[in-house]
């Protein structure tokens, strides 16, 4: 084996509001048994009323009505973006927003490397987001950083 970086997963993240987020790779996520119509890569919204499926090719939902619902004018709108290349060129010469922010990406990255940790120490965590650290577990807050090498340091 030349690398110890995962390839198959499953992690489930349960925020205080009652969210549950699965994040897991391809082939896990087509044998899921929350998954919908066999799909796998993407993004999929399960809720009361059905099931919404992104991903870069296409959009799905169950029923098949959810995909022609308009949004209403005091409903959370997202930012589109046909180009995230040209979005970001954009933005950084008009100082206009991008259609992928900076605290939207270091979340997303957090996110992931928290979930790296629990896939490492093969256990539940619990992570409290205002201290920026897990609930009673050093060995877990360990390795939210590492040393630098020199002569690199803060």
């Not at 180009?83 to 206009?96: E, L, P, Q, S, W």
Request: glycine share 6%; net charge positive; hydrophobic share 40%.
């Amino acid at each position: 084996m030349l690398t110890d970086c995962a390839v198959r997963w499953q992690v489930e993240n349960r925020y205080a509001n009652g969210v549950t987020l699965i994040h897991m790779d391809d082939q896990t996520a087509r044998q899921h048994p929350m998954q919908k119509e066999g799909h796998g890569h993407g993004v999929m919204f399960l809720g009361t009323e059905g099931w919404v499926h992104v991903d870069r090719q296409r959009l799905d939902a169950g029923p098949k009505s959810l995909v022609k619902e308009k949004i209403g004018p005091n409903e959370v709108h997202l930012f589109k973006s046909n180009n995230h290349h040209a979005n970001f060129i954009d933005a950084v010469k008009g100082r206009t927003k991008p259609a992928a922010p900076i605290d939207v990406a270091f979340h997303t990255d957090a996110l992931c490397h928290l979930q790296h940790i629990a896939v490492t120490l093969k256990r539940k965590l619990r992570w409290d987001a205002a201290q920026e650290a897990f609930v009673g577990d050093d060995e877990a807050n360990r390795l939210l950083d590492r040393p630098m090498r020199a002569p690199w340091k803060l």
